[in-house]
């Protein structure tokens, strides 16, 4: 490695803790580099014919900035004497999306050019790494030269490529939009801002791959796909239960009908009504028949499934998940289950009654109701 140049801020180094044997070893402590690396070679040199052992590292510089990760034991004798500042700033600088071991511009511009790295290169937020730039300029081991030369390599690529094709910085810009927006979403869970993502991203990737192949119209197309994609997620923010929402309707398998005949959740639909939601749906496709030895759930659910088979064979426009319900709540009767006990049991699994106070109870009036007509 490059010998760092003198910097009038410096972060000094605080400690390095090294674990081996797969983070099952001892942890081992020190306060200079040297040391640490002189541990790894006599370690090595001991240990190296076991190949599959990674070993975890955790350093830390003053002013608490720290790095945690692991590498895989080297498979023969380490002679670098700053091999692990140079693991360290392999792995910082993989953060940063800026690679360490490419050499020339050719080298760099075949990197700029693959769509998977542009595809990641663009959802980037220089703002939540901006530790890791502040530890490769000015952290104690870190080669600052090094990861200026390569940092300015990348940009200079990037140019030359943006040069070449122009209507990436339309891509890169209604890219940025989204991948902002959606963090500050009100009212949707993980799930929720995950799969949206995924559905921005696949956008992106195709206008990505377009452009760079010289279709700049199919990735006009995409780009128009992405811009809906925007305006529905902000005209839809202020539904509380995102199931009722375009997007949510598709992740949770909701019917037009449900719209009118299950009601918004009470509150917002958070993470662990999502999680429950979706447990339960999957309880329903993993259902086996089952008789009135079995638990109740397990029943339930055997119910459900065949109850929803039957739903699944009308039209798609007059489905819907309560009269899933409403069936269910009838096939129950035949495991000799009391009314009572099936509104509870409905509440307890039914995946439509999450979130919604008294959905069991409205069940068992719609049954009756129909029982009397």
Same mark, same amino acid.
């Given at each position: 490695?490059?010998?760092?140049?003198?910097?009038?801020?410096?972060?000094?180094?605080?400690?390095?803790?090294?674990?081996?044997?797969?983070?099952?070893?001892?942890?081992? #402590?020190? *306060?200079?580099? @040297? /040391? =640490?690396?002189?541990?790894?070679?006599?370690?090595?040199?001991? $240990?190296? &014919?076991?190949?599959?052992?990674?070993?975890?590292?955790?350093?830390?510089?003053?002013?608490?900035?720290?790095?945690?990760?692991?590498?895989?034991?080297?498979?023969?004798?380490?002679?670098?004497?700053?091999?692990?500042?140079?693991?360290?700033?392999?792995?910082?600088?993989?953060?940063?999306?800026?690679?360490?071991?490419?050499?020339?511009?050719?080298?760099?511009?075949?990197?700029?050019?693959?769509?998977?790295?542009?595809? #990641?290169? *663009?959802?980037? @937020? /220089? =703002?939540?790494?901006?530790?890791?730039?502040?530890?490769?300029? $000015?952290? &104690?081991?870190?080669?600052?030269?090094?990861?200026?030369?390569?940092?300015?390599?990348?940009?200079?690529?990037?140019?030359?490529?943006?040069?070449?094709?122009?209507?990436?910085?339309?891509?890169?810009?209604?890219?940025?939009?989204?991948?902002?927006?959606?963090?500050?979403?009100?009212?949707?869970?993980?799930?929720?801002?995950?799969?949206?993502?995924?559905?921005?991203?696949?956008?992106?990737?195709?206008?990505?791959?377009?452009?760079?192949?010289?279709?700049?119209? =199919?990735?006009?197309?995409?780009?128009?796909?992405?811009?809906?994609?925007?305006?529905?997620?902000?005209?839809?923010?202020?539904?509380?239960?995102?199931?009722?929402?375009?997007?949510?309707?598709?992740?949770?398998?909701?019917?037009?009908?449900?719209?009118?005949?299950?009601?918004?959740?009470?509150?917002?639909?958070?993470?662990?009504?999502?999680?429950?939601?979706?447990?339960?749906?999957?309880?329903?496709?993993?259902?086996?028949?089952?008789?009135?030895?079995?638990?109740?759930?397990?029943?339930?659910?055997?119910?459900?499934?065949?109850?929803?088979?039957?739903?699944?064979?009308?039209?798609?426009?007059?489905?819907?998940?309560?009269?899933?319900?409403?069936?269910?709540?009838?096939?129950?009767?035949?495991?000799?289950?009391?009314?009572?006990?099936?509104?509870?049991?409905?509440?307890?699994?039914?995946?439509?009654?999450?979130?919604?106070?008294?959905?069991?109870?409205?069940?068992?009036?719609?049954?009756?109701?129909?029982?009397?007509?």
């Amino acid at each position: 490695m490059d010998k760092p140049m003198n910097l009038e801020k410096n972060i000094p180094l605080d400690k390095i803790i090294l674990n081996t044997r797969d983070a099952f070893g001892e942890n081992k #402590e020190f *306060i200079t580099w @040297n /040391s =640490a690396n002189q541990f790894l070679k006599l370690y090595t040199a001991k $240990y190296w &014919e076991h190949e599959d052992e990674r070993i975890h590292f955790h350093i830390q510089w003053v002013g608490n900035y720290t790095v945690s990760g692991s590498f895989l034991m080297p498979n023969e004798e380490i002679a670098d004497n700053q091999f692990l500042e140079g693991i360290v700033q392999d792995y910082i600088q993989g953060k940063l999306l800026i690679p360490i071991h490419l050499t020339s511009a050719s080298q760099f511009d075949k990197l700029t050019h693959s769509v998977s790295f542009l595809s #990641e290169y *663009i959802g980037f @937020n /220089s =703002a939540s790494t901006n530790s890791y730039d502040q530890l490769l300029s $000015y952290g &104690e081991g870190m080669n600052n030269i090094k990861y200026q030369k390569d940092r300015d390599s990348l940009k200079a690529s990037l140019a030359r490529l943006f040069e070449k094709h122009p209507y990436l910085t339309d891509i890169f810009d209604e890219a940025k939009s989204f991948y902002t927006l959606i963090p500050t979403l009100k009212n949707r869970t993980h799930f929720f801002k995950e799969y949206l993502l995924r559905e921005g991203k696949r956008d992106i990737t195709k206008a990505l791959d377009a452009t760079i192949t010289g279709d700049d119209d =199919a990735a006009r197309l995409e780009m128009e796909s992405l811009k809906s994609l925007i305006n529905r997620i902000r005209e839809e923010n202020n539904i509380v239960d995102e199931r009722h929402t375009q997007d949510g309707m598709t992740i949770y398998q909701i019917y037009p009908l449900d719209l009118k005949e299950i009601p918004s959740a009470d509150t917002p639909f958070n993470d662990f009504l999502s999680k429950d939601m979706r447990d339960r749906i999957l309880h329903v496709r993993t259902a086996v028949i089952a008789d009135s030895s079995q638990p109740e759930h397990t029943i339930f659910y055997s119910c459900y499934q065949q109850c929803l088979e039957n739903v699944l064979q009308l039209p798609f426009e007059k489905r819907s998940h309560r009269m899933v319900s409403r069936m269910v709540f009838n096939q129950l009767r035949l495991y000799n289950i009391s009314k009572s006990r099936r509104v509870v049991l409905i509440d307890l699994y039914d995946p439509f009654s999450v979130g919604i106070t008294g959905y069991g109870k409205n069940i068992r009036e719609d049954c009756e109701l129909e029982a009397a007509s």
